[in-house]
């Protein structure tokens, strides 16, 4: 019964303590990696939108905000 008392406790001992250290800094690196990859995705994701033009369209495209010829030329006006 007085071995049992002067022992100390598991969470006490020094192997715990360190496990739960590296335990504590590997969870805080996985979501630091998660908002990083959910940044970047939303931030190319934001970037993408409207920017993509096929091959055909590529060639016949204007200067001026990627309208391309044949979408102004169509256009018919009503005088």
Known sequence: A???QTEAPFYEEWWFLL???LSSLILILLVVFALVL???SKKYRNCSTGKTISNVEESVTLDNGGFTALELNSRHLNI
Do not use: S, T
């Open 2 to 4: 007085l071995l049992a």
């Open 19 to 21: 496990v739960m250290a």
């Open 38 to 40: 959910h940044g970047q």
